[in-house]
T-cell receptor, first 111, second 116 residues
Framework: RKEVEQDPGPFNVPEGATVAFNCTYSNSASQSFFWYRQDCRKEPKLLMSVYSSGNEDGRFTAQLNRASQYISLLIRDSKLSDSATYLCVVNLDTGRRALTFGSGTRLQVQP | NAGVTQTPKFRILKIGQSMTLQCTQDMNHNYMYWYRQDPGMGLKLIYYSVGAGITDKGEVPNGYNVSRSTTEDFPLRLELAAPSQTSVYFC???????????????FGPGTRLTVL
C-alpha cells in the first residue's frame, strides 16, 4: 500500500464549478499535512497547510480527518488558472522533516 | 532573494557517464533535500542534509552521492549513469524552526536528466 494515495484524475470541470479531491495516508503517526500545486513541468509550490480544525484560503478549503486518515481539498468557483496537478503531502518522519508526496491529482478547468 | 537555484536545467548523459547537479539556496536554510520525480509519479527523497557537514540517505539513494560543505550548496553527484536515472530532479530547502509554516519546503526549478 502506498503511503499517500490520490486519485490521479484527470478531473475535467467547467469554469465556476466546485471540485473536491481526497487523499488517504497510511501512517497514523503522521504529523503535518499539506497540499502542493504543481504546474506542468514546474516545481511544486505550497498551496496550503492542512490543520485538524480545517482551514480556508479564499476559494480553497482543506480538511483533515485523522480518524479516517484522509485529507481533502475543495476548490470553489474554479478558474482556468487552477488547472494543475495537486499533490497531497504528508510529513511522516519527524527526524528529517522530509515530505512524502502522493502522485498527484490532475485538474483541468475548461472554458 | 533568488530562493533555490539549480543547474543545469536540462542534460543528456550516456550510460556510464557521471555528472553533478548543482543546488544553491540563499535563504540560510539548514535543511536541504534532493528529490526525483518520474513521469506521473510523486517525488521520492534521494538524500537530505540537516546542516553543513551532515547528510543522510532518503528512500532511493542508490547511484547517487551528496556533500554539504556550506549552508548554501548541496550538490548531487551521479556516478555511472543508468537509464533508470532518467527523471526530473528537484532540490528543496526548509527553515529549521520558527513560524507554524516552518515545514514548508521551497523547491528549485528542477533539472531534467535523460540517460541514453
Amino acid at each position: 500500500r502506498k503511503e499517500v494515495e490520490q486519485d490521479p484524475g484527470p478531473f475535467n470541470v467547467p469554469e465556476g464549478a466546485t471540485v473536491a479531491f481526497n487523499c488517504t495516508y497510511s501512517n497514523s503517526a503522521s504529523q503535518s499535512f499539506f497540499w502542493y500545486r504543481q504546474d506542468c513541468r514546474k516545481e511544486p509550490k505550497l498551496l496550503m497547510s492542512v490543520y485538524s480544525s480545517g482551514n480556508e484560503d479564499g476559494r480553497f478549503t482543506a480538511q483533515l480527518n485523522r480518524a479516517s486518515q484522509y485529507i481533502s481539498l475543495l476548490i470553489r468557483d474554479s478558474k482556468l488558472s487552477d488547472s494543475a496537478t495537486y499533490l497531497c503531502v504528508v510529513n511522516l518522519d519527524t527526524g528529517r522533516r522530509a515530505l512524502t508526496f502522493g502522485s498527484g491529482t490532475r485538474l483541468q478547468v475548461q472554458p | 532573494n533568488a530562493g533555490v537555484t539549480q543547474t543545469p536545467k536540462f542534460r543528456i548523459l550516456k550510460i556510464g557517464q557521471s555528472m553533478t547537479l548543482q543546488c544553491t539556496q540563499d535563504m540560510n536554510h539548514n535543511y536541504m533535500y534532493w528529490y526525483r520525480q518520474d513521469p506521473g509519479m510523486g517525488l521520492k527523497l534521494i538524500y537530505y542534509s540537516v546542516g553543513a557537514g551532515i547528510t543522510d540517505k532518503g528512500e532511493v539513494p542508490n547511484g547517487y552521492n551528496v556533500s554539504r560543505s556550506t549552508t548554501e550548496d548541496f550538490p548531487l553527484r551521479l556516478e555511472l549513469a543508468a537509464p533508470s536515472q532518467t527523471s526530473v530532479y528537484f532540490c528543496a530547502s526548509r527553515r529549521t524552526s520558527g513560524s507554524p509554516s516552518y515545514n514548508e519546503q521551497f523547491f528549485g526549478p528542477g533539472t531534467r536528466l535523460t540517460v541514453l
